[in-house]
C-alpha cells in the first residue's frame, strides 16, 4: 500500500492524461461541468480548485473569468496544467489541499474539490476539517461544489474488477477491496514493450463516503446542499451560503422606522 502522492507520482501521474482520454477531451468535459454548475464570474472573482490535477475545471474556470489558485499535491499533473496556462489567471500550488489557506489573499467566491478527490483524503476528520476550512474561507455569496464516486455499496465477485481503459499498447484495470470505512484501489496496469507485457500494480486507499454524510456535514458548517448526478457516475454535491435573516436591532429599527 502507498500514500496517495507516492501512487500518483510512480504509477497514476505518468498515464493519467491517457487516462482521462487526452487534454483537449477532458477540458471540454470540465468546461461543461463548470458551465452547467458555477456561477458566471463578476469582476474579481476567486476559484479555488483542490486537487486540482492538470486542470479539467481550473482552466475552463479561467477561461469563463476566474482568478483560479489550482492545488494538487502532483508536480507531474501540475506540471501538465503550467504547460497549458497560457495567459490565463491560474497559480499552481504544489501542497497538500487542507493547506489551501496559505493561498488566499480574501475570501473565495469557489471552491471545488473535483473527481472523486475528497475520497483521497486520509480520514473522515480531514474531509470535516477541510469542511470547516472551506466554511472559513468563503465568500458570504460563495459556493462549494464536490464531485465523488459513492463507494458505500460494495461490489462482490467479479463486479470488483473494472476496466478503466484500454488501447493496443496499454490497458489500466482497477480492483477495488473493501474496509468497513475504506476502499483499496489496486491499479494493475499493463503496457507493452516490444513483445512483452509489462505489469505493474500500485494501491491505495480511498474513503467510502456517502453523499448524505457529505450534505449532513455541509450543512453543520451553515450551508443549504443539492445532491445531483455529476459526471462519469459520480455524484455532485454542490453548498451554498445559507443566508440569515436579519433578526437582529438594525432590521426591527429599519421596521419600527
Ligand atoms: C482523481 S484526481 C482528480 C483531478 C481533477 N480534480 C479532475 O477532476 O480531473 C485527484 C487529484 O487530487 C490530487 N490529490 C489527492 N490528494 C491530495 C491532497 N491531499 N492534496 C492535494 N492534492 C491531492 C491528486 O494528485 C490528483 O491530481
Redesign the pocket.
Known amino acids: 500500500m502507498t500514500t496517495?502522492?507516492e501512487h500518483?507520482k510512480n504509477h497514476l501521474?505518468p498515464v493519467?492524461l491517457w487516462m482521462?482520454g487526452g487534454f483537449d477531451a477532458?477540458i471540454s468535459r470540465?468546461e461543461s461541468e463548470v458551465n452547467a454548475v458555477c456561477p458566471n464570474p463578476s469582476n474579481g472573482f476567486t476559484a479555488i480548485?483542490?486537487?486540482?490535477?492538470?486542470g479539467?475545471?481550473s482552466i475552463p474556470l479561467a477561461r469563463c473569468g476566474y482568478s483560479v489558485v489550482a492545488?494538487?499535491?502532483?508536480p507531474k499533473?501540475l506540471e501538465v496544467l503550467q504547460d497549458h496556462i497560457e495567459s490565463l489567471p491560474i497559480q499552481t500550488v504544489e501542497?497538500?489541499?487542507?493547506a489551501f489557506q496559505k493561498y488566499l489573499n480574501a475570501k473565495a467566491h469557489l471552491i471545488?474539490?473535483?473527481?472523486?478527490?475528497l475520497t483521497?483524503?486520509s480520514d473522515a476528520q480531514s474531509v470535516e476539517q477541510l469542511f470547516s476550512l472551506v466554511a472559513e474561507s468563503l465568500h458570504p455569496d460563495g459556493m462549494f461544489i464536490t464531485?465523488f464516486r459513492d463507494y458505500t455499496s460494495a461490489l462482490v465477485g467479479d463486479g470488483r474488477f473494472i476496466p478503466v481503459k484500454s488501447d493496443n499498447d496499454r490497458i489500466l484495470t482497477c480492483f477495488l477491496e473493501y474496509s468497513p470505512d475504506y476502499v483499496t484501489v489496486h491499479d494493475v496496469l499493463h503496457e507493452r514493450s516490444g513483445s512483452i507485457w509489462q505489469l505493474s500494480v500500485s494501491s491505495y486507499r480511498k474513503l467510502r463516503l456517502s453523499p448524505e454524510w457529505v450534505s449532513s456535514k455541509l450543512q453543520a458548517k451553515g450551508f443549504t446542499v443539492r445532491i445531483e448526478p455529476g459526471l462519469a457516475g459520480m455524484v455532485r454535491v454542490v453548498a451554498k451560503r445559507l443566508k440569515l435573516r436579519s433578526t437582529g436591532p438594525a432590521r426591527k429599527a429599519a421596521q419600527s422606522g
Not at 480548485?49 to 492538470?54: E, M, P, Q, V, W
Not at 492545488?71 to 502532483?74: A, F, G, N, Q
Not at 501542497?95 to 487542507?98: A, E, G, Q, T, V
Open positions: 496517495v502522492a500518483y501521474a493519467y482521462a477532458a470540465g480548485d483542490l486537487g486540482a490535477g492538470f479539467m475545471h492545488i494538487d499535491s502532483s499533473l501542497d497538500d489541499l487542507l471545488l474539490c473535483m473527481g472523486d478527490t483521497h483524503l464531485t
